[in-house]
């Protein structure tokens, strides 16, 4: 198991463009969490899945974002129109269900919107 | 609103000494307590964690502390190596396993 995998590693966009990132998870973790890391602040929750169901999300997430987890296993987060604001380290992570805190994080795709 | 709260964004530490990092909550419903390391480029590596029913738990060089009438937990790194030089978060967490994130405190081990 290569732990979990995420892309693109880095993406640069124009304001108003529509971005996808992609996580891999690892195989065997039911749970898939989306964190968002802006500069000299630490991850923030932004949603989480139990196998393909969206358990919670938080006001972070405006409605220009969504996440979807077909078929329980990789995820996607999809930012629409973005915004400078938006620019952001975005991480993924996965956990059994139980012991759940054992989160494993991706490395995180970087998103700059010029 | 910040539940977890980081208040020293660096230190440094000579190789050899002790490293001693600090956390404060205010949620007293958080029932799990985890640091996280992290390198750039890379994603937050779990360390250590304490349940909130232990006021210490040790791994190797690293040891956490609770004190959960404070709201307050340590990290202690001994003896700190130039490897430990990264960013370490305080993370806290209740029922839902979501967690809360400080700020992050960058180390820097100085040979």
């Known amino acids: 198991d290569t732990g979990v995998s995420q892309n693109p590693r880095h993406k640069i966009t124009k304001r108003g463009q529509n971005v996808t990132f992609r996580c891999d998870p690892i195989?065997?973790?039911?749970?898939l969490y989306w964190y968002r890391q802006t500069l000299g602040q630490g991850p923030e929750f932004l949603t989480y899945?139990?196998?393909?169901?969206?358990?919670?999300k938080s006001r972070l997430l405006s409605d220009r974002f969504s996440a979807e987890r077909p078929k329980g296993s990789f995820s996607t987060l999809e930012i629409q129109r973005t915004e400078q604001g938006d620019s952001a380290m975005y991480l993924c992570?996965?956990?059994?269900?139980?012991?759940?805190?054992?989160?494993?994080f991706g490395s995180g795709t970087r998103l700059t919107v010029v | 609103d910040q539940q977890v709260k980081q208040n020293s964004p660096s230190l440094s530490v000579q190789e050899g000494r002790i490293s001693i990092l600090n956390c404060d909550y205010t949620?007293?419903?958080?029932?799990?307590f985890l640091w996280y390391k992290k390198y750039p480029a890379e994603g937050p590596t779990f360390l250590i964690s304490?349940?909130?029913?232990?006021d210490k738990n040790e791994d190797g060089r690293f040891t956490v502390f609770l004190n959960k009438s404070a709201k307050h937990l340590s990290l202690h790194i001994v003896p700190s190596q130039p490897g430990d030089s990264a960013v370490y978060f305080c993370a806290a967490s209740g029922y839902d396993y979501k967690l809360s994130f400080g700020a992050g405190t960058t180390v820097t081990v100085r040979a």
């Open positions: 195989s065997e973790h039911n749970r």
């Open positions: 304490i349940s909130s029913i232990k």
């Open positions: 949620n007293s419903m958080f029932d799990y």
């Open positions: 992570a996965s956990s059994p269900t139980t012991g759940a805190l054992s989160y494993t």
């Open positions: 899945f139990q196998n393909e169901a969206q358990l919670e």
